[in-house]
């Protein structure tokens, strides 16, 4: 929404459904061990363990590649110099960290999850387990729209938001029930593994779709920061690039 407007595509956030970073790193066991880090330790000092490493992505220049160029920099290096980027699917990713064939890993759950269990990874950053709070809360999915869609119909943009809705106070009030429609749309990944994903998401999910501004302000830092924008094309505002007029 915010990179859209700047570079002149006039786009309109009605809603967020999800109120974090979810994305998470994770490396071989031997790398960590050879860097004599825990995901207990500084944040910096895990960064510099990735230092001259291979770390896979799905797409370069998206948020999980600014999310890595963000955690890279709290270790003090440089994301285009210091380490390789790659871009691979998810389950690919997972079995090129099992061969050793990349150091590094990034996604949001259940994958990290399962490079832990399954290919012997070790976390080394994740925003959903307390890393980065200067980034909580972050405005991460948002319903975007053509600014007159819901103009000229406001009814049905306020259904589809009352939909999400009704789905993200599901999750709080119904978690065994909500697990339940996860195994069944994802029946080849381990019960478990949905189960601590699930749990690491609901946090973060709100109870309202109505947008954080906090979010989005910390959404546009991690955009600079991360090179997805400058810092002289940083909105003042965000009136007129989302409204909560839709939203419950």
Not at 105 to 133: E, N, T
Not at 161 to 167: F, H, K, M, S
Request: proline letters at 6%.
């Amino acid at each position: 929404v915010i990179r859209a407007n700047i570079r002149g595509q006039k786009v309109l956030g009605i809603a967020s459904t999800l109120d974090g970073l979810p994305f998470e790193l994770v490396v071989r066991k031997a790398i960590a061990q050879a860097a004599g880090v825990t995901e207990k330790s500084p944040l910096d000092k895990r960064m510099a363990a990735l230092k001259g490493k291979k770390v896979s992505i799905t797409s370069i220049n998206t948020i999980p590649h600014v999310y890595l160029r963000y955690l890279l920099r709290k270790g003090g290096m440089n994301s285009e110099r210091d380490i390789t980027v790659v871009s691979m699917r998810p389950d690919a990713g997972i079995a090129a960290l099992k061969a050793g064939t990349i150091d590094g890993y990034i996604q949001a759950p259940p994958w990290p999850i399962i490079a832990v269990r399954q290919a012997g990874g070790v976390r080394l950053a994740s925003a959903l387990r307390g890393d980065l709070p200067e980034m909580n809360p972050f405005a991460f999915n948002i319903v975007v729209t053509r600014p007159d869609v819901c103009e000229k119909r406001p009814s049905v943009c306020e259904k589809l938001l009352a939909g999400y809705l009704d789905g993200m106070q599901f999750m709080h009030e119904h978690p065994k029930e909500s697990v339940a429609i996860l195994a069944k749309k994802m029946p080849k990944i381990n019960p478990e593994v949905l189960q601590e994903a699930f749990d690491l998401i609901v946090p973060v999910t709100p109870k309202t779709t109505k947008m954080n501004m906090k979010g989005l302000e910390h959404a546009q830092e991690l955009m600079v920061s991360g090179g997805m924008i400058k810092a002289n094309e940083k909105l003042a505002s965000f009136d007129g690039i989302v409204t909560n007029k839709y939203s419950k």
